[in-house]
């Protein structure tokens, strides 16, 4: 007997529905789109189509592991527990605690839910994530400008005449910031109706390929181009504003300094490019800037990402349909914010601030290594591989080794489990309920879709499970965590003016609640008292209603909104935040820079998910390989055959060259998540490949959010064999 369920794939951004088949044995037969949901309609990926084969991965661990020196065994759940509370037990302070939270947290109710509380229960300040290894600027950018770091506007995919991307390849990664199912359908379809796209990369990508036009740019010099871009709305009296700011002028000012001649000589973007992508984005009827990952983790990765916004402010496109809009999303609860600060504290070090309550992953071994009050010496990583993730992670993986005690929550035994002392695995993707409570704040239609879990549980906890009771052995309160949180809102709700249930009692409304569990009914309570909720009476959504709509719902086009959206203290879009004009001046001290001789970026590969799919037989092999892309002028002139050395300040990798004109002569690009050498994970560790992060660089942030920049390392590169002094 076979059974035909659905559930929004959790693997990237674009959360596609997908239609999978079960045999009797709960195993997955078959993976395709979901033509109902009304949302991805239908479209999937080879990783989407691959759900089965890595939920049922041989090598994903089904049990504890707890780890006696070199040697793993499996343990039961009470004593693996058990071993993590005394290790907990010998920490003498929680200031030594620190925590990592890795990517796949903002794809689970886990990580969405239990992780924050766990944080607090653990009552340090050292906690890190993979955001300052990739978004951090743009929340820095949206705290400053709008009043909060989640405010992030998207590009209106669907109705814009002109798109000018920089930094993204969503041909490849479907999308990241901008919750697009089928990006690349989206994008074919902006050009049939006549739009222009404009993508801006060193590398002639798959998504340059589809545009309009292709513009080669200098690796780490986007917020350079980005100015010379403002520079020409000004000088041509282009810029029409639609809202009121404050900071025009700051920003005018500034702006000069970045004439056209000026940027193409740093960006390698000619002038009358500049000149032009000004004038295009001025005329067309709507249009969006949007720029991600390339141009986030850079040098100037903050500057980059607010003049993005100041682009979209300026040419009139902020909150307008066909411009730069803000989501709506079904949980937002719209409780008065207080407007963004950061920087509250810095990290003990080096002194790097706080952004979003979180310390920059590029000195999380400075914290490990270095002695004193507050060193971090037990750690807890939740669904992160740090070392082959992090900025020169070959070092985080000499410091884990030296930690007193480590925890993984992790499905496996990988490069950065392998230094814990306890492994708790979550279950099977199957076994955990879905919904995307961070990504659908950056979607491009507003739509909510709730997946129940697809098969009980067995002996294992779900994840949500496993974060709770490590919130209860962190804070030595018995009792149910889910409950606190949800008298907490309600708390907070009964007491906000218009939250459709001020003054009502907070014991009667909880229950009221529907859900199985307790992630179900905060789900539910958060959708009831969301933008259209039934209780805060502009709809009628609740769990109940989201489990009738297997397929998902949708709650319309995005629609302007920024009154809503902005809790600056003035009240106005800040448009020169003092943080930002202050880092001006350190971009000004680099205009007439020359660039290093070779630098390196990365790259995605379809198939692959940063560091964790390579054990998945189908997607590996073929086109999806750990290669150096290289243009050939540079093969000829460095003398390369085969495989090539590249080094850094930091390390050196034996690779082989991949030559191609689609980089830019000077350019090296080598896709990060590889190294699988001797790895647990038996059909990575075939496919071993190096890792991008044995060459980056740790010392180098963006100043601003203390983001680690992979993107224009400076590295020279020679032929095997060949001893050069370095
Ligand atoms: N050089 C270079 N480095 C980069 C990047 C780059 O472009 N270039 N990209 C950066 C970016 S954007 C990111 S987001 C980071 C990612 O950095 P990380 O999040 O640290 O790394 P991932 O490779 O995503 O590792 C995810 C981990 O979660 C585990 N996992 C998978 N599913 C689950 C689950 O459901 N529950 C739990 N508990 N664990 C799970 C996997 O086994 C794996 O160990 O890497 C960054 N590093
Ligand atoms: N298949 C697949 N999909 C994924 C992932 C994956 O690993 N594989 N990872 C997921 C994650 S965690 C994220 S954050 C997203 C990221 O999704 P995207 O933001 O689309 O990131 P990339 O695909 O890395 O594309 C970044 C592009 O920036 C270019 N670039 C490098 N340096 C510069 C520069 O200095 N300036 C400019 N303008 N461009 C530059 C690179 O050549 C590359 O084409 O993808 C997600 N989706
Ligand atoms: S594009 Fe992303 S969400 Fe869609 S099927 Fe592929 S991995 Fe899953
Ligand atoms: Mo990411």
Known sequence: MTSTVHRTCPLCEAVCGLT???????HVTSVRGDKDDPFSKGFICPKGASLGRLDEDPDRLRKPLIREGDLWREAGWDEAFAAVRAGLDRVADRASVGVYLGNPNAHTMAGALYARPLIRALGTRNVFSASTADQMPKHVASGLMFGHPMAVPVPDLDRTDHLLMLGANPLESNGSLCTAPDFPGRLKALRRRGGRLVVVDPRRTRTAALADEHVFIRPGTDAYLLFGLVHTLFAEDLA?????????????EAAKHFPPEVV?????????????LARELAAARTAAVYARMGTCTAEFGTLAQWLVDVLNVLTGNLDRPGGAMFAKPATEFAARRRPYTMGRWKSRVRGLPEANGELPVATLADEIETPGAGQIR??????????????????????????????????????????????????????????????????????????????????????AQILARLTMIASGREGDPDAFVIDDLLDKATRTPG??????????????????????????????????????????LSLRKLLDHPHGLDLGPLEPRLDEVLTTASGLIELAPPQLMEDVERLLGKLAEEPPEMVLIGRRHLRS????????????GGSNACTLQIHPADVARLGLAGQAVVRSAKGQVTVPIEATDTIMPGVVSLPHGWGHAGSAQSVAAEHAGVSANA?????????????????????????TGVITAH
């Not at 999978?20 to 709960?26: F, I, Q, V």
């Not at 005690?405 to 955990?432: C, G, K, W």
């Not at 859900?515 to 259209?532: K, Q, S, V």
């Not at 998910?609 to 590996?620: C, E």
């Open 695 to 719: 060459l980056t660089d740790e010392s180098a942030v963006d100043i601003p959010s203390g983001n680690a920049v992979f993107n224009g390392v400076p590295v020279t590169i020679s032929p």
């Open 240 to 252: 029409r504003p639609r809202h009121e700011v404050n900071g025009l002028a700051e920003v005018r």
């Open 609 to 620: 998910n940063n560091s964790w799919m390579h054990n998945v037989g189908p997607l590996v």
């Open 378 to 463: 037990f750690l807890l990583t939740i669904a992160g591989n740090p070392v082959l993730s992090a900025p020169h992670g070959d070092r985080l993986d000499a410091a884990f080794r030296g930690l007193d005690f480590m925890v993984s929550v992790d499905p496996y035994l990988n490069e950065t489990t392998r230094h814990a002392n306890v492994i708790l695995p979550p279950p099977r993707v199957l076994q955990s309920g879905h919904y995307d409570f961070t990504l659908l704040g950056f979607a491009v239609r507003n739509y909510a879709r709730y997946s129940p879990p697809l098969l009980p549980l067995d002996e294992r906890p779900s994840e």
């Open 264 to 276: 193409a000589r740093r960006t390698g973007v000619p002038a009358e490019v500049v000149t032009r």
């Open 499 to 540: 939250s459709g249930v001020e003054g009502r009692d907070v014991a009667e409304l909880r229950d009221l609640l529907d859900g199985e569990t307790g992630g179900e009914r905060r789900l539910d309570l958060m959708l009831r008292l969301g933008p259209y909720g039934e209780w805060a009476g502009k709809g009628d």
């Open 20 to 26: 999978l088949t079960l045999d009797a044995g709960g």
